[in-house]
């Protein structure tokens, strides 16, 4: 495959994302320790400004989103105990199956509504009785955005409340939370509100280049510092990455709404076009419905003019900071020509 120069666009993730000068110039003066002992400054000052901005008594800085959603599970259920999760949520489709290899905990998968919800009926349908056949329920786990749909407040308040009545605990995979505030228009904490832990990406949209947050209660982060620990995620002089993932948290969130916006373009645009069909963006991420017979022939002429993509029939294409309205026009007229 051809090397990533400056002048391809990348459009299978925003995890494509490259620190900006701004964010390596803070990289590269962060100061250092030890973080396995609690040394680093930067460190320190990341999970201190998360677990505020995100409205949690503390947080913790874990290498991948995929590790940080698995710390969470590993606190709330113990070994045979279940979790209820959507069918189409990363936690259980998209994470290698961690929670029940490394947790001997069982997901309890659930049809996902169109709307990326699930609906409330089911939820406690999957409840399992207080019976020694059953694994114990324990946790519920939602995720918003979900394939960029975004949960409103409603649906995400009262899903939790459910839990919680139940007697379960609740966790959001919110690798894009801050592109559903945004969206929302609220603060990153009031989408939070009813989730006992929830773990936030600081490298897909909001442009770091490495690591994960996950937040919670004191006692839950303390907890989870162990796994954390034993998963072979304590990280040493960690500063230099988390003051990337502070910069983003600091100067990246409002700017999601461009990302919204050249998405929202970008459809818009291709919807005109003939034999192709494209669903409605709600954030950063829309799907393009493409004839199984074109597709290589469309994915060469992409790569010839610098374009990437992951290609399939239903192609999903999502737009970051490193896609700029430019970029986006180009990629526009190269559909069009090919399917002018």
């Known amino acids: 495959m051809a090397e990533h120069h400056e002048n391809w666009l990348d459009l299978r993730s925003d995890t494509v994302t490259r620190p900006s000068a701004a964010m390596r110039a803070a ?20 999970q201190e400004y998360a677990a505020d901005l995100f409205g949690y008594e503390d947080a913790l800085f874990a290498p991948s989103g995929t590790q940080s959603n698995l710390l969470a599970l590993l606190v709330h259920c113990g070994r045979g105990d ?52 059953f694994a114990r329920t324990r946790l519920l786990a939602l995720e918003n955005t979900i394939g960029g749909r975004v949960l409103s407040l409603d649906t ?52 770091a280049p490495v690591g994960s947050i996950l937040c919670g209660t004191r006692p839950l982060i303390k907890e989870a510092k162990r796994w954390r620990k034993m998963l072979g995620g304590g990280m040493r002089q960690a500063g230099m990455i988390a003051a990337g993932g502070l910069y983003a948290l600091e100067h990246n969130i409002g700017r999601l709404a461009d990302d919204h916006a050249n998405a929202a373009y970008f459809a818009g645009e ?33 790569q010839l003019t610098r374009i990437r993509v992951s290609m399939a029939p239903r192609l999903r294409i999502v737009t970051h900071m490193d896609a700029t309205r430019d970029d986006i026009d180009r990629a526009i007229t190269v559909f069009g020509d090919f399917f002018g």
Do not use: W
């Open 82 to 133: 279940e979790y209820l999760v959507g069918q189409e949520a990363h936690t259980y489709k998209y994470e290698g199956g961690g929670a029940a290899v490394l947790g001997s905990i069982q997901p309890q998968p659930i049809i996902n509504q169109p709307d990326g919800s699930i609906a409330l009926d089911d939820i406690a349908a999957y409840i399992k009785p207080d019976d020694f056949h």
């Open 156 to 207: 995400t308040g009262a899903a939790t409340k459910l839990a919680h009545d139940k007697g379960l605990a609740t966790h959001l995979d919110g690798a894009r939370l801050c592109n559903a505030a945004v969206k929302l228009g609220v603060s990153p904490r009031e989408a939070l509100a009813g989730f006992d832990s929830a773990s936030i990406c600081l490298s897909k949209g909001l442009g």
């Open 270 to 302: 291709l919807a005109k076009m003939k034999n192709i069909k494209v669903s409605t963006p709600q954030t950063n991420i829309f799907y393009v419905d493409i004839p199984a017979f074109v597709c290589q022939g469309l994915n060469d002429v992409l």
């Open 27 to 46: 990289m590269n003066a962060a100061e250092v320790g030890d973080d396995v002992y609690g040394d680093d400054p930067t460190v320190n000052r990341l």
